[in-house]
C-alpha cells in the first residue's frame, strides 16, 4: 500500500508542483508592483503565518480525528486554487481581491502542509528514505525547468493574473491523486499539553535549528534574491527562463546526491553541500556589485546545482527522522519552529525595508548565507538513523 500511495503522490506532486513553482518567483514580484514596496512582500507572508500558527494544528487534529484525512488534503488543494483565481482577479484598480486572496491561501496552507508532511513521511521507508527523496527530487526538478519558463513568459507577455488562473488549472488536476491515497489517519489529536510534552524530546530538539534557520533563509535569501534580480538586473520572462534552464542542468547529479544519503559518511558529504550552498548564497549577494548578465547566469548555475544537491539530502535527513522518529510528532516540531522562523525573519525584513533602500536586498542575502550553516545541527542525530 505504501508504494502504491508514493506512486500517487508523485502524480499529484508533479502537477502540484507546475503551479507552485510559477507561483514562488511570480508572487513576490507581483505584490511589490502592486504595492510598490518590498515591505509589502514581507508583510503578506508575516500575515499568513499569523494564521497559519493559529489554524493549522486545530485543523490537523480534526483531520486526524474524522478518520479521512486526505480529504483535508484535497480541501486543501481546492482553497489553493481559489486562492490563485483571486489573484487573478487582482489588479491596480481592484487591489482589494488580494483580501481573499490571503484567506485562502491561509486555509490552503492549513489544510494541505502539515497533513502533506505526515502523508509522506508515513509511507516512505527510512532505510530507502535517499532514493525515494530523490525521485522527488526529480519531479521537482522537470516541472521546475518547464513552470519558470512558461510562468515568466506569460506574466511578460499576456499578465501576472493569466499566470495565477494557469497555476490554478494544474492545482485543480493536482486534486485528483489526492482522493485516490490509502493511509490510515493517527490515532490520536494534540492540545497544548501534548505538543509541550513532545517539543522537550531530545531527539527532535537536536534537529530543531535546522528548521528554524531554514524558515530565516526562505525570506533572507529565496524571496530577497527574486526581488533583486526582477528590480536591478531583469525581467520576470527573463527569471522565468534563467531558473528553468538552470535548474534543468542541475537534474544530472540529483539521484547521484539521493543514493549518496543511503551510504556512509552523510555527515561529512552533508557539510560539504552545506558549504557550498552557503557559498552559492554570497556569489547570489556579488551580483549587486557586477551586475553582469553572463555573471548572473553563472552563479544562478552554480546555485542551482548546489541547492538541488543539499535540499536533497537535507530532505532525506528530514523524512528519515520523520519516519524513523514519528510522523507526526517530526512534523509538528518542524512546523512549528518553520512558522515561528518565518514569523519573525518577516517582520524583521517588513519592519527593515520601510526605512532601507532596495539596495539592501543585496545585503540581506548576504546575512542569509551566514544562516545556512544552522542546517548543520542535523548531524548531531545522524546516530538516530543508525
Known amino acids: 500500500m505504501k508504494q502504491r500511495n508514493l506512486r500517487l503522490f508523485y502524480i499529484h506532486e508533479a502537477l502540484f508542483q507546475f503551479g507552485d513553482t510559477m507561483l514562488i518567483i511570480v508572487l513576490p514580484i507581483f505584490i511589490y508592483k502592486l504595492f510598490h514596496s518590498i515591505s509589502a512582500v514581507f508583510a503578506f507572508t508575516f500575515i499568513w503565518n499569523v494564521f497559519y500558527a493559529i489554524l493549522f494544528i486545530p485543523i490537523f487534529n480534526i483531520a486526524m480525528k474524522s478518520g479521512k484525512p486526505k480529504y483535508f488534503m484535497a480541501m486543501g488543494m481546492v482553497f489553493y486554487v481559489m486562492s490563485l483565481w483571486f489573484f487573478g482577479q487582482t489588479t491596480t484598480d481592484n487591489i482589494r481581491m488580494i483580501i481573499p486572496a490571503t484567506i485562502f491561501m491561509t486555509l490552503y496552507i492549513s489544510f494541505y502542509w502539515m497533513i502533506r508532511h505526515w502523508f509522506f513521511a508515513s509511507n516512505t521507508d527510512y532505510q530507502k528514505i535517499g532514493k525515494q527523496m530523490s525521485w522527488l527530487a526529480i519531479i521537482k526538478i522537470v516541472t521546475g525547468f518547464i513552470a519558470p519558463i512558461i510562468g515568466g513568459w506569460v506574466s511578460f507577455s499576456v499578465s501576472f493574473n493569466a499566470t495565477f488562473v494557469l497555476g490554478s488549472i494544474a492545482g485543480l488536476l493536482s486534486l485528483f491523486p489526492i482522493l485516490f491515497f490509502r493511509a490510515p489517519a493517527h490515532d490520536g489529536t494534540y492540545g497544548f499539553k501534548e505538543i509541550r510534552a513532545m517539543l522537550k524530546k531530545p531527539e527532535l530538539k537536536a534537529i530543531r535549528p535546522a528548521h528554524f534557520w531554514e524558515g530565516f533563509t526562505q525570506h533572507f535569501i529565496s524571496n530577497a534574491w527574486i526581488l533583486a534580480f526582477a528590480l536591478f538586473i531583469g525581467n520576470i520572462k527573463e527569471l522565468g527562463i534563467l531558473v528553468g534552464v538552470t535548474t534543468l542542468v542541475a537534474t544530472l547529479l540529483t539521484r547521484l546526491s539521493g543514493h549518496w544519503f543511503d551510504k ?78 518565518r514569523l519573525i525573519s518577516s517582520a524583521i525584513l517588513t519592519i527593515a525595508f ?14 542569509g548565507a551566514f544562516m545556512l550553516m544552522g542546517w548543520l545541527t542535523l548531524r548531531r542525530s545522524d546516530h538516530l538513523l543508525g
Open 264 to 341: 556512509r559518511k552523510r555527515t561529512v558529504i552533508f557539510s560539504r553541500l552545506t558549504f557550498i550552498r552557503s557559498l552559492g548564497a554570497v556569489l547570489y549577494a556579488s551580483v549587486g556589485f557586477y551586475p553582469s548578465l553572463i555573471y548572473v547566469w553563472g552563479v544562478q548555475l552554480f546555485n542551482r546545482f548546489a541547492e538541488t544537491m543539499h535540499q536533497t539530502f537535507a530532505d532525506s535527513y528530514l523524512y528519515a527522522y520523520g519516519s524513523k522518529i514519528h510522523p507526526v510528532h517530526f512534523n509538528l516540531n518542524r512546523e512549528i519552529y518553520l512558522t515561528i522562523a
Open 354 to 367: 520601510l526605512f532601507l533602500p532596495d539596495t539592501y536586498l543585496w545585503i540581506t542575502i548576504a546575512v
